[in-house]
């Protein structure tokens, strides 16, 4: 697997939600219009750490952004967005705000690596991916990019704040409240080892959908309504679970639920990836494992991974597929719209 995250704050709006998908989560998003679609995150303070990614070398981070207008804050230095190693920072991505646009900075902790000489307008859409190969020395390099243009790059530089090499986290760190001042959308990260996503993207769109109808197995138990009724909120203020709105729950080994989705309705072309959010929670002490499932368009089914659940606290297990798992071929939209996604007691 070479694709690790996707963030387009579509399905995932409210600390609830987000604290449930991320390691560590705190300040809030500001639901706004999106890039092209759906929702953007306004930056009200956030600070959103993914749970370990995996070590690599080199990583990409593609992402949109919107600044309204000159921000009070935004060249206080240490926000923006990070590549960190465990809990240390490796390098990390700032916003130069000037009076008139804003330039595009390379930092290893306080150090200046390299800032953009071209200068971006406020208050309209741009499209960003940076690629860092994070090693101690000179053994570092760099490559940031504007709507598919280079703007900036450099070889033989240290990138590794942490005194060794790689990384394997992505986090967002704000110490202001930009509100809807500052928007985000459309975040991919992955490294680039493998066969496919192993590279620049170009500017992409995350679409996220939700369940809208029950699939051709409902075996788990719903507390209410149809299964797909418990699990089709779109960042609810308090999510579902056993003490709000309903969930579907089973304790018995080989039983399936699955879900239809909400067709896409801007991803027409090509699919780089797909990325599952499962939420779940042992109902009392103990632990349990789930497969997630995929069945596709033609009726057969395929394991995802295996997950084990050991906590009565919701937890999102995120599966990130760069290949349809069961063709081991490239994702098709025939496959998201006929396809379901779901769970299985082990």
Not at 35 to 61: M, N, Y
Not at 158 to 173: K, P, Y
């Amino acid at each position: 697997m070479v694709a690790r995250w996707a963030e387009g704050f579509e399905t995932h709006q409210n600390a609830s939600q987000l604290a449930r998908k991320y390691a560590t989560q705190s300040g809030t998003i500001t639901a706004s219009a999106g890039r092209v679609i759906g929702s953007s995150g306004g930056l009200s303070g956030p600070v959103l750490v993914t749970p370990s990614l995996g070590l690599a070398d080199t990583w990409v981070h593609g992402f949109g952004i919107r600044i309204a207008s000159q921000q009070t804050g935004l060249n206080s230095g240490a926000q923006g967005f990070y590549f960190e190693k465990s809990a240390t920072e490796q390098c990390h991505l700032e916003f130069v705000n000037n009076a008139g646009s804003f330039e595009v900075k390379l930092m290893r902790g306080a150090t200046q690596i390299a800032v953009t000489t071209s200068s971006f307008a406020y208050a309209v859409w741009h499209y960003f991916e940076w690629k860092v190969t994070i090693a101690t020395g000179t053994g570092g390099s760099y490559e940031i990019r504007h709507n598919g243009v280079n703007v900036l790059s450099g070889t033989l530089v240290n990138l590794a704040n942490a005194g060794s090499n790689q990384a394997d986290i992505w986090a967002i760190r704000t110490s202001t409240n930009f509100s809807t001042n500052v928007l985000i959308d459309d975040n991919y990260i992955l490294d680039t080892t493998g066969s496919v996503n192993n590279d620049f993207l170009s500017p992409v769109i995350i679409e996220g959908i939700l369940p809208n109808g029950a699939g051709t197995t409902t075996q788990w138990t719903p507390s209410a309504g149809s299964n797909f009724d418990n699990v089709d909120d779109p960042g609810n203020a308090v999510p579902d679970d056993a003490g709000a709105g309903g969930f579907n729950s089973s304790d018995t080994s080989g039983q399936k639920d699955t879900y239809a989705f909400q067709d896409l309705t801007q991803i027409l072309g090509t699919i780089h990836f797909v990325q599952l959010g499962t939420q779940l929670a042992m109902a009392a002490a103990g632990s349990r494992s789930i497969k997630t499932k995929f069945r596709d368009n033609g009726g057969t089914e395929a394991d995802i991974a295996t997950k084990s659940v050991a906590s009565t606290a919701y937890d999102e297990f995120v599966d990130v597929m760069d290949l349809n798992p069961q063709s081991a071929a490239a994702w098709d939209v025939t496959d998201i719209q006929g396809g379901e996604f779901g769970v299985e007691v082990v």
